[in-house]
């Protein structure tokens, strides 16, 4: 089942995943691309679309794939079985909760999963939110960081896929997708500082892409 | 195809020529790379990959046969239109009528696949010009109404309707001043067109760059100047009459309206795409080919000589 799992995988991001990204959405560099080469390591990203994921992970060679694992909503992607499959075994989310009052430490899973070599891509402003707009970042990923100092943020800035694909609407309308990178950040010792230079980092990135009005 | 180099096709010739002088351009870049290690050639050196890599796009649909040519024209109109949506402004309910849009492309290259003219000449400036305002009544919002009314079906006009007369032309057939050299006068037109230009493109700034003075249009376009356009017109006039007769059912004298046609237009589709450029504050309208900036930006001139280049064809030869 693994391996029937593992190749559906590979299959749905060589033969859907890809040619969608690369020829119908299109991908706009704005710098040049500054990437993990190898696990472990955490790409961080602007949230607008489902699409931000299956981009996020078409910029990575396809022999990173069985590393990369986006975190994600336990209770929006594992609300039904047939999702929490899709999710879990071809799109290879890792679970989290987002629930406040849990016990365990939600981050414990991220933490592992890092000792193991992998790739995570994390959302920090926790949810798609509004189309086009950046909304506050979570404290989580300064918290992840500062347990695993040594691991490389990359972080991501994406334009244009809340207007391809937006929260709730179900037809993709093309729209190129604008990416600006950064030179991966590492945890200098303080929480506060950790999330502030990236917030300051994703509001230059922002700059870099002259984005159209979309009212 | 396969006998590229002993083939009678004059499609097949001008690609010969046209491969060598891309392998000329390569040793000279190499060799400027090799000569001046200081000066950064990155761009030129992007700019020319990228050529060897749209001619043989180019080259491959063309000699593949009608079919791949107009499904290759239809994907240029494609990528041209999503790249216009990206850099414009739009609004949020505009996504369905934009949609919509987009699938306008299907239906005008399939109208000059089976040889419509009636229907591939009226669709884009009369029914889309009708739909998309109706489409976007239906909205209901009519905050920057005009705004999106105007600005879609441009985009329309521009990156579709304008493509799509390169696809028309790959149906037309041989003629009876062209009968002994080729069964099809499509690709060689399509060529000619294509080629003059690219060409004329690069006469313009030659000229403009050795002896250019006055500027022509100094608010859009600071670096073109008088005697870059007459030069790029003139030399592409020339062009014509040398190649006309060679690609196309028309005669030399006529190749050589063609060439200033082609010259002219050229240069005022050139400016038009500067001047949206401008008013959006962009440098490229987008990154997708390296060293070129985005396909509007290596389509501009065509967006305006391909529609009058085939109407002037048309109305002469057939």
Redesign the interface.
Known sequence: MKLINHTLRLLFFIVIVRPLVKIIIGLNYRNLPSLPKSGPGIIVANHNSHLDTMVLISLLPIRLLSQVQPVAAADYFLSNPIKAWFAKSIIGILPISREKSCQSDPLADCRSALNDGKILIFFPEGSRGEPEKLTEFKFGIAKLASQCPEVPVYPIYMHGLGKALPKGKFVLVPFFCDIAFHPPLLFGGERRDFQNALVKTFEQLKDKVKAPSWD | MFNLFFSDNPVVIVFVVILGLLIVATIISYILRKKNSEHDYTELKQRINSWWVMVAMFAFALLSGVTASIIFFGFIS??AL??Y????????VD??V??WA?LSIPLQFYWASIGWYGMFIIFIPVYMLLFIPFRLVLLGETK?FLRAAGSIHWGLMITVFSISHLAFLTILPATEANANTTSFSGPGLILFTVLLTQLNDVAQYLWGKSLGKRAIVPHISPNKTWEGFLGGVFTTALLGTLVAPFLTPLEAWYGFLAGAIIGIAGFIGDITVSALKRE???KDT???IPGHGGILDRLDSLTFTAPLFFHFVRYTAF
Not at chain 2, 85 to 92: D, E, G
């Open positions: 494609f990528l999503k790249e949506f990206s850099i414009i402004p739009t609004r949020k996504r369905r934009l949609f987009y920057h959006l504050d962009i987008s990154a997708m």
